[in-house]
């Protein structure tokens, strides 16, 4: 056996130090400030050391996205529904943290166990057979997957942080041009407001409800849903992208479309997030010839006289100006909720239509040329992922040999270049294995 079952008990409450697994990570929590599924006492938890690899072997059939292995970086307690293991003095433990991590990442582990909850006990798990290299090529594989995993991690950090860049810039891009239109040297004039404090000439600051109507959907009950019929547009099916998501949408009868008329769903609609912690949340409904109802806490939103385009509508209520002034004005009842009331005191921007038409196209150019980046980008993180777990796998099955790998002295100013050949390589093998698929 290169592993036991860890079997020591937080009794006394001799330790404090609280962890948590989360995907794949172990993490310090606050034991007094402790959320969550909360024992009257941490005694009963598991008292685990450096090195012990943790197991989340529970409800395998219901969540298929979480990581359900990690590694001990330090001494703490853990809840006893999971199962800790003890590594043997001969062995490396890193490196089978490693092995039973890419089994992990592959979704091994959702094919075994039983039960109604569909668990792995550790009599069962040990029947599992693992690799196990010399003690020496352990430490090796451990070394190497623990340099090139790190120096992923950074790569990945650096792309995410490049999103975020361009994402507040597609933020700052809609709102210069909703505030400022598209001749930034034309002259302007001031305003009192808390949000802006000019405005060019010839356009005005309005009442919101002087321009735009909202109407809210209806408060489909459990009652009201079926296993099939019309599907009803909740706050859920509202994308952070933009988009309408309607995979996982709600049912109710057919017959619901004749009986709420007015709350069904047109091309090009605006729908925004009237509550919860995704508030404000907006897409452009394309409902592809589908009939669609519209729920209570989704607001849909049309302009009412000709001095307003629905298209400026659509950006202006993204825009940084409007979305500041539902924060100032929502309303905190055990979660955010904005409603008609609320949108009454806040003010829109009008300028001349043939200015909005002009506007909108510049935003429409700069966010499709920001939203192609970070795409790409995107990719490029979900291939570097890819890459990552296929280097874990190769590495604890020996096919890298690293006996003559030796790790940089210093990460100082670190050069890219050669992962991204790596990963470009690894692209073009996807590419050609594609194909060969489709030859076939």
Same mark, same amino acid.
């Given at each position: 056996?290169? *592993? ?29 400030? @402790?959320?969550?599924?909360? !024992? ?38 853990? /809840? ?6 003890? !590594? ?84 700052? /891009? ?38 735009? *109507?909202?109407?809210?959907? *209806? ?20 994308? !952070? ?91 905190? /009842? ?38 192609? /980046? ?18 874990? @796998? ?47």
């Amino acid at each position: 056996m290169i *592993f036991t079952e860890n079997k020591v008990k937080n009794t006394g409450l001799v330790e404090r130090n609280l962890l948590s697994l989360s995907y794949g990570k172990l993490k310090r929590k606050d034991i007094d400030n @402790a959320t969550g599924l909360v !024992p009257e006492s941490f005694e009963g938890y598991q008292i685990i050391e450096e090195g012990y690899i943790i197991l989340r072997f529970t409800d395998l059939q219901n969540d298929k996205k979480s990581l359900r292995v990690g590694y001990c970086p330090e001494r703490g307690i853990i /809840t006893n529904a999971y199962v800790g293991i003890v !590594p043997n003095e001969d062995i490396h433990s890193k490196y089978f943290y490693y092995q039973l991590h890419f089994l992990d990442t592959i979704k091994y582990f959702y094919n075994l166990g039983g039960g109604v909850r569909q668990s792995l006990s550790y009599k069962e798990f040990k029947r599992e057979t693992l690799l196990v290299p010399e003690a020496e090529e352990q430490i090796k594989i451990a070394a190497f997957l623990d340099y090139k995993l790190a120096k992923i991690n950074r790569f990945i950090q650096k792309k995410k942080q490049l999103i975020k860049l361009l994402t507040e810039q597609k933020v700052a /891009t809609i709102n210069q041009a909703i505030t400022k239109g598209t001749n930034l040297e034309s002259a302007t004039y001031g305003i009192e407001n808390l949000w802006i404090d000019e405005l060019p000439v010839g356009f005005n600051l309005e009442g919101f409800n002087k321009n735009v *109507f909202l109407k809210h959907g *209806f408060q489909f009950r459990e009652e009201h849903f079926s296993q099939e019929g019309i599907k009803v547009v909740k706050i859920t099916q509202l994308s !952070p992208d933009g988009s309408l998501r309607l995979e996982n949408a709600s049912f109710v009868p057919e017959h619901y479309q004749y009986d709420f008329k007015n709350i069904i769903i047109e091309d090009n609609d605006v729908l925004m997030a009237l509550t919860g912690g995704t508030i404000g949340k907006i897409i452009r409904a394309n409902i592809n010839g589908e009939i669609l109802l519209q729920n209570y806490r989704v607001g849909n939103f049309y302009p009412i006289n000709d001095k307003l385009s629905k298209d400026f509508l659509y950006w202006q209520l993204k825009s940084e100006f409007i979305q500041a002034q539902m924060k100032f004005y929502v309303r905190e /009842t055990g979660q955010p909720n904005i409603g008609k009331g609320d949108f009454r005191k806040i003010q829109l921007i009008i300028p001349p239509i043939d200015e909005q038409e002009k506007i909108v196209e510049i935003i429409v150019q700069e966010t499709d040329k920001i939203d192609t /980046t970070i795409s790409k980008i995107e990719k490029e993180i979900a291939l570097t992922q890819e890459y990552k777990t296929a280097i874990i @796998a190769e590495a604890v099955t020996g096919k890298i040999d690293i006996r003559d790998f030796k790790i940089p002295d210093s990460t100082e100013e670190e050069n890219y270049e050669e992962l991204e050949e790596e990963l470009s390589l690894a692209a073009e093998d996807e590419a050609e294995y594609q194909t060969e698929e489709i030859e076939e």
